[in-house]
């Protein structure tokens, strides 16, 4: 929650491997843009990248802090919540069939992370 908090104020630390001051969507599109697409060979490797890709995304909580921007009380928070949510989801179905089933552990979570 702490990452996605410093993301919301444009914050980023040494450590980051992305430039201060890109927003959560911004972030979103570039770890998107970071997934490798099918090869259009027979190698299924680049699912395994993606679900290594989408498994750290979800182990580093960011569903879980974008479904508590969402959830705020404050108006900006929400509204960031709803569209990093929403880039995500377009995101998904932005990639080739094969990969778009790789989402679906992260969509739960989002579901998860609002019913409790």
Known sequence: MYIVSRMHSG???????????MSINEKLSSFFS?????????????ID????????????????SLVMLYTSPLKANKSCGESSIKLFLNSCLALPDEQQSCC????????WHRVH
């Not at 990248?49 to 879980?64: D, G, H, Q, R, W």
């Not at 552990?105 to 579901?111: A, G, H, T, Y």
């Open 49 to 64: 990248s993606t679900e290594k890709y989408l498994t750290i995304f979800t182990n580093s909580s960011v569903p879980a």
């Open 11 to 21: 914050g980023g630390g040494e450590n980051d491997n992305l430039p201060r001051g």
């Open 104 to 111: 679906l552990p992260v969509v739960l979570e989002f579901f």
């Open 34 to 46: 970071a997934i490798p697409r099918e090869s259009g060979g027979d190698d299924n490797s680049y």
